[in-house]
Nanobody, 123 residues
Framework: QVQLVESGGGSVQAGGSLRLSCRVF????????MGWFRQAPGKQREWVSY???????NYAESVKGRFTISKDSAENTLYLQMSSLKPEDTAMYYC?????????????????WGQGTQVTVST
């Protein structure tokens, strides 16, 4: 059974950093498109970043240069390093895995989701 478990969220002040983790169970993190999404209260879920099986990374414009996606194959874990955090980064963050040929920024393309981890950035 495929399972994704996020951790690492919390409350930080603007300008601070957090690292989110997504531990993957039931398959190898290297064999799927792996992505991070977020959803703020009252807003639609939005794509943040994805990493292809070949290691290509892609980021939403709003986080480019501040967030970095990576994986640890030995730990079968996906990470999202977030720096220079802004209040507008406040949201529930979700990791997702998709069995697709080309990774996508559309949430509907992903097959598996974690339960989410809350990130709150204060001024």
């Amino acid at each position: 059974q495929v399972q994704l478990v996020e951790s690492g969220g919390g409350s930080v002040q603007a300008g601070g950093s957090l690292r989110l983790s997504c531990r993957v169970f039931g398959y190898s993190v290297s064999f799927y498109c792996m992505g991070w999404f977020r959803q703020a209260p009252g807003k639609q879920r939005e794509w943040v970043s994805y990493r292809t099986t070949q290691g290509t990374e892609n980021y939403a414009e709003s986080v480019k240069g501040r967030f970095t996606i990576s994986k640890d194959s030995a730990e079968n874990t996906l990470y999202l390093q977030m720096s220079s955090l802004k209040p507008e980064d406040t949201a529930m963050y979700y990791c997702a895995a998709g069995r697709m040929t080309y990774c996508s920024a559309h949430s509907s393309a992903y097959n598996y989701w974690g339960q989410g981890t809350q990130v709150t950035v204060s001024t």
